[in-house]
Every structure is written in structure tokens, then in C-alpha cells.
């Protein structure tokens, strides 16, 4: 249950030419507070209700607990987040031993695209393609749970 993750910036579309999939996905917060973060969120046709602790001082890891519930359920609980509601496109890119998920933001977050990959150790290797840009692992601003506060259109 703990997730360990780098995020990077993307550079360039060539992502989209060696994608496996692609899912519509929307997400809001119920809580935003820096010790917990509980997320919904609908991707495709499926339902979760998603946990994550505080990140540890690196911001590779954290606690994440995450349940998949009904579109209806998600949908209504939607309804009670606090506001922000995030919409983005998924990309799922595999490389390597891993796959990489490049989320594209619409909305007030439109121009921001950003790539995660989940290790299963802090120090683990992995591949890095040319698309990808400056990390911003531990950069709060690029958490969804913040850009649904502070969304990158109101960034200089």
C-alpha cells in the first residue's frame, strides 16, 4: 500500500505515437489536506475512491489505499467535492519493465502535461525516452489534489 512514484514534465507529443491506451478521466477532492488526500475519480467506465497519506521528504512515497466503486457512486460523490474538479486524458506508455502515464489536462489546467511512473524501490532504474522533461517529484504545485486549488492557468 505504499506507492512509490517519480513525476516528470513532458516535453513533446511523441508519447502519443507509442501509447496502448488512452482513457478519459475525471477526478475531484473530497479532502485536500497535506496529511490525506481523499480523491474520486471516474476513469473510462469505472469508479474509485482513492487514500494517500503525506509524502515522505523525497515525494517518491506514500501511503495510497484505493477502492473501486460504481460510475453512479463516483458520479455522487463528484457532487461533493470541494471545488476543482480535474479532466485530463491518460496515456499509458509501457518501456522497459514499466509503463509510464502521461496525463494531459484540460480545463483550467490546459497546457500541462505530466508523466509518472511507479517503481517498486526509491533507487530502482529505469528507462527515461526523450519526451520526458525536467522531474518535479515532490513539487507539491504539480499534485492533482493542489492543481485542483491552484490550477496552472493561474501559474506565471
Known sequence: MIEIERK???KSEAYKARAR???RIVQGFLNT???RTVRVRIKGDIGYITVKGKSNDTGTSRFEWEKEISVEEADALLKL???GILEKSRYEIPLGDHVYEVDEFYGDNQGLTVA???L???NELFAKPDWLGKEVTGE???YNSQLSKNPFINWE
Open 33 to 35: 489536506d497535506p496529511n
Open 116 to 118: 509518472e511512473i511507479e
Open 140 to 142: 507539491v504545485k504539480y
Open 81 to 83: 467535492c470541494e471545488k
Open 120 to 122: 517498486n524501490s526509491e
Open 8 to 10: 516528470f514534465l513532458v
Open 21 to 23: 491506451t488512452k482513457t
